[in-house]
């Protein structure tokens, strides 16, 4: 086990993945966690006063533009975001020392290959907010040596709106749904990829790009379905009767999405020596976490 870093600052502090990654780092780790509530990694000076303020051991980025489809229509404001931002991190990191964790997506992917993608193959997104995601990674390695960027893939957790919080919501309301079935990837859960992010500080991981997600592969679809399945099955009221799969030439996006974007673990398996859960099981134990709220959405828009 490595000299663990006892200062660690966390940018994009209210998001879902740092709602459920703070309280992790602050939990029998012996850490001191700085919240950088407010701070806009896009102005460098204000990132400069911070970080050299607080001298963390080691900054995680979980400020992100992720509005995939609304990025085509914004695209100077996802590139600030998700590219200049990185860039201002990693370079103020790069002159105090300190480690940058920087999170990216399947989405620098463009959906042809038809095995699961290791962190070396090429990429080449099919939209904005695939390309402004890959200049950040481009921006993070260009400004600083000792990096962890963590792709990562089809997020949902708690705290705010995503895919299953969605499909449950309207489940509860309506009796038929459309989804699309062939859009293939990983769902990943907020609390998984935060015990991830531990185990590759906590093994000292060397400087590079890691691929995160939940074991298993599935379909939008399938995703829905057994979201809805798992929520029925714990007293949630859902009302669907019928979920149908349909080709995403049915369903237009603003965003054009990779058909096959499954992200390769092997690399943070070996390095971490951890196993990663199915899916289906942490999708379970989200639901079933979360029953209460679910509960709620439902009953607030019916």
Known sequence: MPDFPMKVLVTGSRGMLASMLVPLLGRDRGLEVFLAKGLDITDLPAVKETLEGFSPGVVINCAAYNAVDRAEEERELAFSVNALGPANLARVCGKIGSRLVHFSTDFVFDGRKNSPYREEDGPNPLNVYGESKLEGELNVRKETGDYMIVRTSWLYGPGRDNFVTRIISKAGREETLSVVCDQTGTPTYTEDLSEAVMNLLMADAPSGTYHFSNEGVASRYDL??????????????????????????????????????????AKYKKTTGKTIRQWTEALSRYIERDADFFRREISSRA
Do not use: H, M, W
Request: aromatic share 4%; with cysteine; charged share 20%.
């Open 224 to 265: 829905a379905k057994v979201a809805c399945e798992l929520a029925s099955s714990i007293g949630v009221p859902i009302k669907v009767k019928d979920i149908l799969p349909v080709l995403t030439e049915q369903y237009p996006s603003a965003a054009k999405r990779p058909g096959y974007s499954v992200l390769d673990t």
